[in-house]
Structure formats: structure tokens, C-alpha cells
């Protein structure tokens, strides 16, 4: 062991004790990369002296070192278990949040009316966070009720704070579906996806999964698949090729129902992700390939991707 690793452990407790106040250090990866360098520099040999330079010539004899790596081996196994617990008490709260909140749950987003909508008079208007009216007839509104009404002035960070406790649960082994709906040029795409400085409920979700997973006491692997659903067939957007070869050629993929009630579709490509940029890359592909890509049949629509 050289000088340097000497100064190293003799630090070690006090740089530990200071991490510790930084959470996000606190992950089982840094916990079990910690444990395992302890582990390598435990000594198995007896070392008599360390130096760091000329200057500073310093002493650490075997005993005192190896009392010192077991205290922060203790350290490291008790905070692994506080960690676990915490993991669990979050996840107790989450799921419970959910259950409150009912598995299936509508919203209604108002986006803000474009220029030439700003002409005609005001049709639909909101009371409150769960109510929208429209105006059928001079004298006649009708009301709809949501589970939660986002007015125009509301922002994609308002939406993605109703939908993330959902995503979240995801890595806790729930099935999440989350969709959007309605007529062309509504904002769909805008919800969904945002714009590059306003990300929508795609990129900051796919942002928390990775954070969530690298957070948790369990190994991850995270695969994305991208297909769409168009004049009734299911076509893969990943397929390899498909592009050169034209999106006729892309077969349509069929669902199959196993015995436990579980929905699979056969054949579908599915690609191991790591990070964020590497489902950006594979949305993107998709993206291009998407039948509706090419059709703009509303031209206030977006289509813009992250
Ligand atoms: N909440 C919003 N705030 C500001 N602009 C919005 C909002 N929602 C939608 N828009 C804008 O309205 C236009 C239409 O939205 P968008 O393209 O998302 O509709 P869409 O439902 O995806 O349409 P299509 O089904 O044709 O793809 C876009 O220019 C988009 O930027």
C-alpha cells in the first residue's frame, strides 16, 4: 500500500460520516461499492509503515486500521438496512397514495386556445379542479366530471406531478398504462411528449424510471418496445430495416393471451436500455416510422419530439 491509500483510510471514516448527510450517495450501488472496497483494502498481510511524501511521514499500525475498517463495515451494514427500511416505508406510502386515489383515473388538460380559436366566442370553460362545462346552446352547458381538470394556464410539470406517482409504482411491479386522448390538434402530442425546453409525461417519465430503479434495493433491466396501432394491425416500429424496406413490408403482429390472463405480443421487439439517451435514440427511430408521421392532417399539430 502506497502513501496515498494510506492518507485514503485514514480519512475514510470522516468522508464517510460527511457523505451521510448527502442522500443521494446513500443508493444500494454506493453502498455495495463502499462495502467492496473495504473489503479490498482490508489487510490481509501485516504493512508496518505508510508514507505520503518526505514532508509527511506518517504511522497507522495494523490493529488500529483494521478497527477503524471494521467500524465503517458496521457503519456500512447498518446503513444498507436504514435504507431498506426507508425503500419500503416509501413504497408502503406510494402504493397506499394510489389505492386512495382509484387505479383508473381520467384527466382533462384545456390547452390554451390558438390564434384563430381566440376569435370565436368561449365554449368550454372550468369551475374548478374536477369540472369542465361546455356551452352546447346559448342557454344549455353541459358539465363533465374528472378525476382532475388541468385549466390552460396549467404547466407540464402541474401534469406530470398527478401522473408520477403512477409511473413510480411501476418499478414496485404494478402494470402502468398511461394514455392520451382525443381529436387532432387537441394536445396530445404537447402533453405527451412537450417540446425539447418542456418536456411532456414521456421524457420526465422515462427520467424517474431510471431514477427510481437506481435508487432501489433490487437489480433493474429496463427494455423499451415501440409499436403503433394503425387501420386495425399492430406493427413494430423497431423492427430492424424497416425503414429501408418501406412500412409495407413490416409485418403485423398479433396478441396472445397466456393462461395467466397476461397480454403478450408475439414477436415484438424488445431492446435493453441503460440511460435516457439510449430510449431517446430508439423513440426517435420509432418516431419516424410511425404511419402518421407523414400525414399532417391538422397543421397546428406539433409532431415535435423531444
Ligand atoms: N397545453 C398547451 N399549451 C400550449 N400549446 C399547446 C398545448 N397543447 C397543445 N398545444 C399546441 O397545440 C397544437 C396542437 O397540439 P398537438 O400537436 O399536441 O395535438 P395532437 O392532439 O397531438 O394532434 P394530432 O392528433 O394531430 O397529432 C400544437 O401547436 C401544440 O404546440
Known amino acids: ?28 450501488g454506493w453502498i455495495e461499492s463502499v462495502s467492496h472496497i473495504l473489503k479490498e483494502l482490508t489487510p490481509t498481510k501485516p504493512h508496518k509503515v505508510m508514507e505520503e511524501d518526505t514532508q509527511n511521514v506518517f504511522e497507522c499500525h495494523d490493529t488500529e486500521l483494521d478497527i477503524k475498517v471494521a467500524k465503517i463495515q458496521d457503519e456500512m451494514v447498518s446503513l444498507g438496512a436504514q435504507l431498506k427500511q426507508k425503500t419500503l416505508q416509501k413504497r ?8 386512495l386515489k382509484g387505479s383508473i383515473r381520467v384527466f382533462c388538460r384545456m390547452r390554451p386556445f390558438n390564434h384563430e380559436e381566440s376569435y370565436s366566442s368561449r365554449t368550454m370553460f372550468t369551475l374548478d379542479e374536477s369540472n369542465v362545462f361546455l356551452k352546447v346552446a346559448e342557454t344549455k352547458t353541459k358539465q363533465y366530471k374528472f378525476d382532475k381538470v388541468f385549466d390552460p394556464c396549467s404547466t ?33 402530442t404537447f402533453t405527451m411528449e412537450g417540446k425539447p ?31 403503433e396501432i394503425y387501420m386495425g394491425n399492430l ?42 439517451q439510449e430510449v431517446k435514440r430508439l423513440y426517435g427511430l420509432g418516431t419516424r416510422l410511425r404511419s402518421t408521421a407523414s400525414t399532417m392532417a391538422n397543421s397546428t399539430s406539433s409532431r415535435s419530439h423531444w
Do not use: H
Open 1 to 28: 500500500m502506497d502513501g496515498q491509500s494510506g492518507k485514503t483510510m485514514q480519512s475514510l471514516p470522516d468522508t464517510l460520516s460527511s457523505l451521510k448527510g448527502f442522500n443521494k450517495y446513500l443508493t444500494p
Open 92 to 99: 408502503e406510502s406510494l402504493n397506499n397514495y394510489l389505492d
Open 156 to 188: 407540464q410539470g402541474d401534469v406530470f406531478s398527478e401522473v408520477e406517482p403512477v409511473i413510480k409504482s411501476a418499478i414496485d411491479g404494478y402494470n402502468v398504462c398511461i394514455f392520451a386522448y382525443g381529436q387532432t390538434g387537441s394536445g396530445k
Open 197 to 227: 425546453k418542456d418536456l411532456g409525461v414521456i421524457p420526465r417519465g422515462i427520467q424517474v424510471l431510471f431514477d427510481r430503479a437506481s435508487e432501489s434495493n433490487s437489480r433493474f433491466q429496463l427494455t423499451f418496445s415501440m409499436l
Open 235 to 276: 406493427r413494430d416500429l423497431l423492427v430492424p430495416g424497416s425503414k429501408t424496406n418501406g412500412l409495407k413490408n413490416v409485418p403485423s403482429l398479433s396478441i396472445k393471451t397466456d393462461p395467466d390472463g397476461g397480454i403478450e405480443i408475439e414477436n415484438l421487439v424488445a431492446v435493453t436500455v441503460n440511460n435516457f
